[in-house]
């Protein structure tokens, strides 16, 4: 079965400072990638996915994720980190097209310093 | 931009009681999903929905665990009688198809305490 760690469980940024969350996932072939993020009271908002083809996908709110298959890696980043990015975020998998299921990792917890 | 709606946000019932957890999905989407998160733990899957049935389903939804759509807007988890280990977070999901390559959608969760 697939697996997702998040190494980190809760990281402090400043605010204009860059952001990276790690993701590594455990699976045969190319599983289907996604990074979620979930704002206090708020539901899990898909900030990007991958499947196939460009390795770096950008997503919303200018956070991009880059697909290392030799590290079995989805790394998450955002160049400039604002307040309001402040939340929990978590990466997800799923094992193929057809397969529609999300395991996802325990989730990062971001917290934003002025 | 359409959302999925949860009700009620909190939940506190006593062991051994029923509790159903209410959904609203995307009103053009197909496909409806529970998932769970217990505290400190990860987010599991629970079940899928279409075309009235349930398509999948995990080894957590067990028989005290039911879906239903009773109508054409609401997707609700029943949970027959309620066990401590049911306190979580539950989120409802919709998807237009059934397929990994369809954002899911998700609601802000109801967060269920059983005493």
């Known amino acids: 079965a697939q697996s997702v760690t998040q190494p980190d469980i809760h990281i402090t940024v400043s605010e204009g400072a860059s952001l990276e969350l790690r993701c590594n996932y455990s699976?045969?072939?190319?599983?289907?990638l996604f990074w979620y993020v979930q704002s206090p009271g708020q539901g899990l908002q898909l900030l990007l996915k991958?499947?196939?083809?460009?390795?770096l996908v950008q997503g919303i709110k200018g956070f991009e994720a880059e697909f290392k298959r030799s590290q079995s890696s989805f790394n998450l980043r955002k160049p400039s980190v604002h307040w309001s990015d402040a939340a929990e975020y978590f990466c997800a998998v799923a094992r193929g097209s057809n397969d529609y299921k999300l395991s996802f990792g325990a989730g990062t917890t971001v917290t934003v310093r002025a | 931009e359409p959302e999925v709606t949860q009700t009620p946000s909190h939940q506190v019932t006593q062991m051994g009681q029923e509790v159903i957890l209410r959904c609203v999905p995307i009103?053009?989407?197909?496909?409806f999903y529970w998932y769970r998160q217990i505290l400190g733990q990860k987010v599991e899957f629970l079940v899928s929905?279409?075309?009235?049935?349930?398509?999948?389903k995990s080894e957590i939804f067990d028989d005290q665990f039911s879906v239903e759509r009773p109508d054409g807007s609401n997707f609700t988890l029943k949970i027959r009688s309620t066990k401590l280990e049911d306190s979580a977070m539950y989120f409802c999901?919709?998807?237009?198809?059934?397929?990994?390559?369809?954002?899911?959608?998700f609601g802000p969760g109801t967060r269920l305490l059983v005493l």
């Open positions: 991958y499947f196939s083809g460009d390795t």
């Open positions: 009103s053009n989407h197909l496909y």
């Open positions: 699976y045969g072939a190319t599983p289907y």
């Open positions: 999901a919709s998807s237009q198809t059934g397929t990994s390559a369809e954002t899911q959608y």
């Open positions: 929905f279409y075309n009235n049935e349930i398509s999948e």
